[in-house]
């Protein structure tokens, strides 16, 4: 009996420990969380049952057996982490401050993504590469950028600081800062001036399609009544 509650001692020793730590290493990371994410109610929570969180941890330990050249136990932890969060994150990649992935079944990240400061995934994103080519074949994410659910940037292209990627846009080409990018394949749209907010709000991302369409329609009634 003894045994088993020294046992259970480690264990929450252990536990209250890891806790401890994540939340001193990844303190901003878990603010940004509860910022962002109008579902986060507390630290805690974030720190015990945010997959995004736990995928980013182990993301940082396997990415310092990769700059080591441990590339299978690089891979090894990702795989355990990929199985356990459903976030795949290559060892490879580089990932700035304050990277947070939303709900984040299914996100894809691979070996040579650049991610910069203040990144929001949602899920299903995939950032991914073309072609069998060496070196870099995958993307650049700028500062600030949030990219929306289901949306995949392909290819060794750059997404410019505070742009958005709204939901299930396929980008397959560079993007300039302060843009805002929708459809397939991806399109910049104009916003009127208008910045969105970092929570992208999907709903009122204009379509740029729409957008030409409704200038053609305006220009034909112009011209009829001229």
């Known amino acids: 009996m003894s045994l088993t509650i020294n046992i259970l001692l480690i264990l929450i020793a252990i536990t209250v420990i890891k806790i401890a730590l994540i939340s001193i290493f990844f303190y901003g990371e878990i603010r940004i969380a509860q910022k962002k994410d109008p579902a986060a109610k507390s630290f805690l929570e974030v720190v015990l049952l945010y997959q995004g969180l736990h995928a980013l941890v182990a993301y ?65 994103v995939t950032l991914g590469g073309t072609g069998l080519k060496q070196g870099k074949r995958h993307p650049t994410i700028g500062n600030n950028v949030v990219i929306g659910a289901g949306a995949k940037i392909l290819g060794d292209i750059t997404i410019g600081d505070k742009s958005y990627v709204g939901a299930n846009a396929v980008v397959i080409k560079d993007v300039p800062p302060n843009s805002t990018v929708v459809g397939v394949p991806g399109r910049v749209t104009k916003q009127d001036g208008r910045k969105i907010e970092d929570s992208l709000d999907h709903i009122h991302v204009l379509d740029p399609i729409k957008q030409t369409i409704e200038e053609l329609e305006k220009r034909i009634e112009k011209l009829e009544k001229g």
Request: charged share 15%.
């Open 60 to 124: 940082r330990v396997s990415h310092i057996f990769y700059k080591l050249h441990m590339f299978f136990t690089a891979r090894f932890i990702s795989q355990i982490a990929r199985s356990i969060t459903g976030i795949e994150i290559h060892p490879g990649a580089q990932i700035g401050k304050r990277f947070f992935v939303d709900h984040g079944m299914g996100v894809i990240v691979g070996e040579t993504s650049i991610i910069g400061d203040d990144v929001l995934l949602y899920q299903g």
